[in-house]
Each structure stands twice: as C-alpha cells, then as structure tokens.
C-alpha cells in the first residue's frame, strides 16, 4: 500500500467506535513494521485485532501487543479466540501517524 495516505476506506469492527475486541492470536513470526503506525512482535506473542481493513488492503490488520497499537499484516496472525461473530463496516478515519 501506499504508505504516505489512508491504507484503506472502509475498515471491519465489533462496534461502531472500534473499541471492542474482535479477535486474539498468536503471532507466526516475527514482525517489524516499516514505519510506527506497524505494531511489532515475535513470534509466539499474543495479538489482540480490534478492526480489520477491507478494500485495497485487506491484508491489514490493527490491534494491539502490550501497550503498543498499529497496523499489522494478517497472514502473520493465528486466530486461537474469537470475541465477537458481529462485524460492522464503518469508514476509515485518518490513518495512523507517525511523529518524527
């Protein structure tokens, strides 16, 4: 995707603020993301998704590892629990930004 705007236009959530969790997994591998909207982790390390981009990037996630939030690529991600079955599709905000 093209890093410099909005990753995607419409996102996936469990409510319409995007607070609630959607899902939990375990990460495959290690990730380092290419900029501070990316979450990092090692393998093995749990990931908490609380929406999901649909449209161009539909291979994004965002959710948490510790205290840390960002964006991630799905296909590193093993979903072990699901907390909601209901997915709302809502329009992006401004994407994450990085301050430099």
């Given at each position: 995707p093209d890093l410099g705007r909005?990753?995607?236009e419409r996102k996936r959530?469990?409510?319409l603020e995007c607070s609630m969790l959607m899902c939990r997994?375990?990460?495959m591998r290690d990730f380092k993301g290419p900029d501070c909207r990316f979450?990092?982790?090692k393998k093995g390390e749990a990931v908490y998704v609380y929406y999901k981009l649909i449209g161009e990037s539909t291979e994004l996630w965002?959710?948490?590892v510790g205290s840390d939030f960002g964006y991630?690529?799905?296909d590193l991600l093993e979903i072990n629990h699901n907390y909601s079955?209901?997915?709302l599709e809502l329009p992006t905000d401004v994407s994450l930004t990085c301050s430099f």
């Open positions: 909005r990753f995607a959530c469990a409510d997994g375990k990460a979450v990092n982790f965002a959710g948490s991630f690529p799905k079955n209901e997915e």
